[in-house]
Nanobody
Framework: QVQLVESGGGLVQAGGSLRLSCAAS????????MGWFRQAPGKEREFVAA????????YYADSVKGRFTISRDNAKNTVYLQMNSLKPEDTAVYYC?????????????????WGQGTQVTVSS
């Protein structure tokens, strides 16, 4: 079992930055590819970014490419999402997810564990 706890969300003005953290406990997260997803009210959960178990490969949704950066510190069992140049359309609940093995995926069904989410609100 892996437990994931997100933090770092909040209210920020457009153009601002936030850094989300996802702390993993239970089995070591170094064996897991990790992903960030988000879900806005009335919309489906969508892929944001993913990182392989080693951190050597990263993937981004086109909507966040160049603005968001995913990284991980396996010694701390923590994954980060640095979000810059935030836009109102980035407003959503952001979820961290873990997938055993693999290099990271854009597909929600390929993830085995999910956190409870952290709210990010970007005001215009």
């Amino acid at each position: 079992q892996v437990q994931l706890v997100e933090s770092g969300g909040g209210l920020v003005q457009a153009g601002g930055s936030l850094r989300l953290s996802c702390a993993a406990s239970g089995r070591t997260c170094s064996s897991y590819a990790m992903g960030w997803f988000r879900q806005a009210p009335g919309k489906e959960r969508e892929f944001v970014a993913a990182i392989s178990w080693s951190g050597g490969s990263t993937y981004y949704a086109d909507s966040v490419k160049g603005r968001f950066t995913i990284s991980r510190d396996n010694a701390k069992n923590t994954v980060y999402l640095q979000m810059n140049s935030l836009k109102p359309e980035d407003t959503a609940v952001y979820y961290c997810a873990a997938a055993l093995g693999g290099l990271g995926s854009r597909r929600t069904y390929e993830y085995d564990y999910w956190g409870q989410g952290t709210q990010v609100t970007v005001s215009s």
